[in-house]
């Protein structure tokens, strides 16, 4: 039984610095692209970053882009998302999610409908 697991989430002022991460468990973690996903109040659910399964190759949304770094840990089936000078836009469910199919490099890896596992959500909440 594939689990993902979201931790890290929480109430940070605007500036702040929140890292999430998210454990895997119940599928060959290396063999997985990794990507993070969020979605706000009545708003639709948004890509942010994915990883390749080495680790090296990395793309994100250019809403997060040098604000936020995503990065992994094959040994110990981790994935996080380390995101700094938070706005309140920032603020959503955070959403890791697994995908066996694509690589950084195909676009279908931009859009939740390929991720096969998802994880429960951790929620962050950025105020003014």
């Known amino acids: 039984q594939v689990q993902l697991v979201e931790s890290g989430g929480g109430l940070v002022q605007a500036g702040g610095s929140l890292k999430l991460s998210c454990a895997a468990s119940?599928?060959?973690?290396?063999?997985?692209?990794m990507g993070w996903f969020r979605q706000a109040p009545g708003k639709e659910r948004e890509w942010v970053a994915s990883?390749?399964?080495?680790?090296?190759?990395?793309i994100y949304a250019d809403s997060v882009k040098g604000r936020f770094t995503i990065s992994r840990d094959n040994a110990g089936s981790m994935v996080f998302l380390q995101m700094n000078r938070l706005d309140p836009s920032d603020t959503a469910v955070y959403y890791c999610?697994?995908?066996?199919?694509?690589?950084?490099?195909?676009?279908?890896?931009?859009?939740?409908?390929?991720?096969?596992?998802w994880g429960q959500g951790t929620q962050v909440t950025v105020s003014s």
């Open positions: 119940g599928l060959t973690f290396p063999k997985y692209l």
């Open positions: 990883i390749g399964r080495s680790g090296r190759d990395t």
């Open positions: 999610a697994a995908d066996r199919k694509y690589t950084t490099t195909h676009p279908a890896s931009r859009f939740g409908q390929n991720y096969n596992y």
